[in-house]
């Protein structure tokens, strides 16, 4: 099993969709978690932590399953701004940098 | 505030030549990082240092040297270049641990090895 493994995707939908991604993880001892925004030939962005108990950032809601080993991203009514890659990262161990970067799901919203 | 920043941000380079990939950050960050991610692929860890004067090897170190000799600088070097070392290199920087604290990522620098 991968570290971190996501859906690649593209999911492709229309304006005021929602739309949700998964992430698994290997690691039952992972500590930290977090999902990244990444624009075509741009430089990855925290789009939020994820926090045990779930989280929500206006249109966006971040919930962590540690029982399963997953996380998720839900996006409601989204934005033609909302087209890019959403990275799933995942912090293995609470020192050091183990931080591990899935490869990412493509959105892709139209109008 | 500037942030991160990186130079160049676009080198071909031959075979064998070395090149020093540079970059600094304005916040006061003790930890820094180098990453490459290639094309459809996570970004994977390099090297990384948790203040000047201190560096470690990330998952992926064989090619690559760096050194910390300010706060403000993690310039990382390339001394035999390969075809395989054609990525997209990502400098990031924070305050404390990844643990808990989110990187700061420059704009990155896109290398070809010919």
């Known amino acids: 099993r991968k570290e971190v493994e996501q859906d690649p995707g593209p999911f492709n939908v229309p304006e005021g969709a929602t739309v949700a991604f998964n992430c698994t993880y290997s690691?039952?001892?992972?500590?930290?978690f977090f999902w990244y925004r990444q624009d075509c030939r741009k430089e990855p962005k925290l789009l939020m932590s994820v926090y045990s108990s779930g989280n929500e950032d206006g249109r966006f809601t971040a919930q962590l399953n540690r029982a399963s080993q997953y996380i998720s991203l839900l996006i409601r009514d989204s934005k033609l701004s909302d087209s890019a890659t959403y990275l799933c990262?995942?912090?293995?161990?609470?020192?050091?940098?183990?931080?591990?970067f899935g490869k990412g799901t493509t959105l892709s919203v139209s109008s | 505030n500037a942030g991160v920043t990186q130079t160049p941000k676009f080198r071909i380079l031959k075979i064998g030549q070395s090149m020093t990939l540079q970059c600094t950050q304005d916040?006061?960050?003790?930890?820094m990082y180098w990453y490459r991610q290639d094309p459809g692929m996570g970004l994977k860890l390099i090297y990384y240092?948790?203040?000047?004067?201190?560096?470690d090897k990330g998952e992926v170190p064989n090619g690559y040297n760096v050194s910390r000799s300010t706060t403000e600088d993690f310039p990382l070097r390339l001394e035999l270049a390969a075809p395989s070392q054609t990525s997209v290199y990502f400098c990031?920087?924070?305050?404390?641990?990844?643990?808990?604290?989110?990187?700061?990522f420059g704009n990155g620098t896109r290398l070809t090895v010919t």
């Open positions: 990031a920087s924070s305050p404390v641990s990844s643990y808990n604290s989110p990187l700061h």
């Open positions: 690691n039952s001892a992972s500590q930290s």
């Open positions: 990262v995942v912090n293995m161990k609470q020192a050091g940098t183990a931080l591990i």
């Open positions: 916040m006061n960050h003790n930890y």
């Open positions: 240092s948790v203040g000047a004067g201190i560096t």
